[in-house]
């Protein structure tokens, strides 16, 4: 008797379900299948982004497992599918991101070990960065014949110390010494990261006057130094300032209430030489070439005058990267205006996605840790998010040359500018918010008048300035360039001034960034209406980035200073005569834009000489808080009963044992393991580190603990 069967089979259906998802994501990448190639960079950065982000080498190398297995998969689906392929490179380039910083690499590793104290030593001068503003300067030196300093340290010295210093030049001196700062609250600034990839060990202040060799005041000063005080010489304040940072890269003479002006209002861009300046220089030069060589008839017929214009672009645009001191940023932006000369010569589009994406591999290859930086990761999310608004179907509609009168034309271009401008102000908003807990909301409009006044007037009044200071003649160039940079500091702080100009917000959770970042690069990068998924990714993040709490408390690494949320939404400081950095750090981290009170002046605050006392919180959720603020010993008998009746404890000094806090005592021991401290009162309460346990960066100096183990929480929190 035949039989039949009665049920489908369960591996049959999910083998179906299985090939209709290859067979779509198969014709998805075969209508994509230019755009492919768009994501190696983005794999390459993920990988570096792991190494950053996973804390051991036993983390590292499980995600290289797990890439392992990717790769497998991939070659699984079949070398000859476009998904196994892209699955099969994606998990190489991503495994080959993180592999490459495993162990000590030759950008970093050469800091050393850090130093701390005085020392007194000779030195080289490698590097001498003066800040006027500030009445500073800052040298990088290199010890001679010091084993136990670092190779290359950062000195700061004030005018006085450090006048007609030069580099190169053999110094004695003596310094206070310590190692590269890490953040100072959670999602801070990481300096001991950047200090470690640049080679600096150690950072500190000259203390006393330094000793020079015979006739060294008599050498004359590199070229970028002399022609940075040739042009605050011309200009002076903060103008000549940002006519100097144009010219030479040199920001020092800025003064600090303008460069937050320029930074609120959206114009910083402007002060570091990168893409727009070195466009500028190199689009200038390749046009005047072309001018000048088109007048020989000879290279115009044999059709030598696009490859000698590009050629003389090429060189002035190396040039002016050098002169403004070959930072990455400038180097990055030379290396892609060469990519887009090299287009030219070949007949092809000069300003691609596929050549944004060769300039990021290749300046990810070159620095691998420059992706972790904001100025690589502003920089290329503005150039992709142009590239991608200027290929779209309809913006090329829009922007193309029609019959049309010269006012509709201006006004067309007036609102492509604008238009642009808020495309790119939306992709750079979640990196200046993860970066800097800020953004400027009228960056957009402010842009608008400052790129044409900075392209078409002040840099080219500065360069027909300095051609014409050789004959005496540069003071007219140098008015037009000093009323011009007036007008856009004016325009600065006009613009930051403005209600609702800048949106702060406190810490962005990184796995929220990731999500943004992935969002957007998925809508920026494909073609197809697929690209709109990338809006679920991009409002996960952007929500998570809206609803991030308030901290209740801030605590820096040094456990000195303590901010408090206070009920109408500002911060109050434990120490009043705290600077402007800690002020500006510690409001950077709240995500707020006012200024920080006392909390001895608050009324809910008990306050002696040596401690202070409060409830944080609201409602139910209200915690006492014991913080420290005195210098004084204090017996641990006589500190036992208040530590015992507070929730928090708070100290930069080690506590003794006698001191417990109900739920959290912090002091320099358990400051030595967490770093600073961000806490969310609610319930349950959080505690947020800057470092993490077992971190195995190199940059991640060893801790010095001296057993005191009291900062663990010791229970449930009391109400």
Request: aromatic fraction near 6%; hydrophobic fraction near 50%; charged fraction near 20%.
């Amino acid at each position: 008797m035949a039989t039949r069967q009665l049920q489908t089979s369960i591996s049959g259906r999910w083998t179906r379900v299985r090939r209709n998802l290859i067979d779509t994501l198969e014709a998805r990448l075969e209508v994509e299948r230019e755009r492919i190639a768009l994501w190696l960079p983005v794999a390459l950065g993920a990988g570096i982004a792991l190494w950053l982000a996973l804390p051991t080498a036993m983390h590292w190398i499980g995600a290289l497992l797990a890439l392992a297995a990717g790769l497998l998969a991939g070659l699984l689906l079949g070398w000859q599918t476009r998904s196994g392929r892209a699955i099969a490179i994606g998990c190489a380039v991503i495994a080959a991101g993180n592999a490459a910083d495993l162990g000590p690499r030759a950008v970093g590793g050469r800091a050393g070990a850090g130093a701390s104290g005085d020392h007194q030593f000779s030195a080289q001068i490698e590097r001498v960065d003066a800040q006027p503003a500030r009445g500073q300067v800052r040298l990088i030196v290199r010890p001679h014949a010091r084993a136990d300093l670092p190779p290359q340290l950062r000195l700061t010295a004030t005018d006085d110390q450090a006048a007609m210093l030069l580099p190169g030049e053999r110094i004695g001196l003596r310094a206070r010494l310590m190692p590269p700062p890490t953040a100072s609250l959670p999602g801070g600034y990481d300096f001991a990261r950047r200090a470690w990839f640049d080679g600096l060990g150690a950072v500190g202040t000259v203390i006393g006057s330094i000793a020079r060799t015979s006739g060294a005041d008599k050498a004359q000063p590199p070229l970028r130094p002399r022609l940075t005080r040739h042009i605050h010489s011309r200009v002076e304040g903060s103008a000549g300032g940002v006519a100097a940072a144009l010219v030479t890269g040199d920001r020092g003479a800025i003064s600090e209430a303008d460069d937050e002006a320029m930074r609120s209002s959206g114009l910083a861009h402007l002060l570091s030489i990168s893409g727009l300046h070195v466009t500028a220089v190199v689009g200038f030069t390749m046009l005047l070439a072309m001018r000048l060589l088109a007048l020989s008839r000879r290279l115009a017929l044999r059709g030598w005058v696009l490859p000698l214009a590009a050629a003389a672009a090429a060189l002035a645009g190396g040039g002016y990267t050098l002169l403004a001191g070959a930072e990455v940023p400038t180097l990055r932006s030379f290396i892609a205006s060469l990519l887009v000369l090299v287009a030219f010569l070949l007949g092809r589009e000069a300003l691609t996605l596929r050549l944004v994406a060769a300039g990021a591999l290749l300046v990810m290859l070159w620095r691998p840790e420059a992706l972790a930086g904001p100025s690589f990761q502003l920089s290329f999310a503005a150039v992709t998010a142009i590239v991608a608004l200027h290929e779209s179907r309809w913006m090329k509609a829009y922007v193309a040359r029609r019959e049309e009168p010269w006012a509709f034309r201006l006004g067309r271009g007036i609102g492509a500018l604008i238009l642009t401008g808020l495309v790119v102000e939306a992709a750079l908003a979640p990196i200046a918010l993860f970066h800097f807990h800020k953004a400027g909301l009228y960056g957009a409009l402010a842009n608008v008048i400052a790129i044409p006044l900075t392209t078409f007037v002040v840099m080219p009044a500065e360069a027909l300035a300095l051609l014409f200071d050789s004959v005496g003649l540069g003071a007219p160039f140098w008015w037009i360039a000093e009323q011009a940079l007036k007008a856009l500091i004016a325009l600065a702080h006009w613009v930051a001034g403005a209600p609702g100009a800048v949106a702060t917000l406190p810490v962005f959770p990184p796995w929220g960034f990731a999500l943004a970042i992935f969002g957007g690069l998925w809508i920026l990068l494909w073609k197809t209406r697929w690209r709109r998924a990338g809006v679920v990714p991009l409002a996960i993040g952007m929500v998570t980035l809206l609803a991030q709490p308030r901290p209740d408390l801030l605590i820096t690494g040094d456990g000195r200073h303590i901010a408090a949320a206070r009920p109408d939404g500002g911060y109050a400081l434990l120490r009043d005569r705290a600077g402007d950095y800690i002020r500006d750090t510690m409001a950077e981290a709240a995500g707020v834009d006012t200024p920080l009170l006392a909390l001895a002046d608050l009324n809910h605050v008990e306050c002696n000489r040596d401690f202070c006392r409060w409830r944080q919180g609201e409602g139910a959720d209200r915690h006492v808080v014991l913080a420290s603020r005195g210098l004084d010993r204090i017996d641990g008998a006589d500190m036992a009963a208040a530590c015992a009746a507070a929730d928090i404890v708070i100290s930069d000094r080690w506590l003794p044992r006698e001191c417990a806090g109900r739920w959290l005592t912090i002091d320099r021991d358990s400051l030595a393991e967490t770093g600073g401290l961000a806490l969310y009162l609610d319930d349950p309460p959080l505690a947020v580190a800057t470092l993490r346990a077992g971190d195995a960066h190199p940059w991640r100096q060893p801790q010095q603990l001296s057993g005191n183990d009291e900062a663990v929480p010791t229970g449930a929190l009391a109400r």
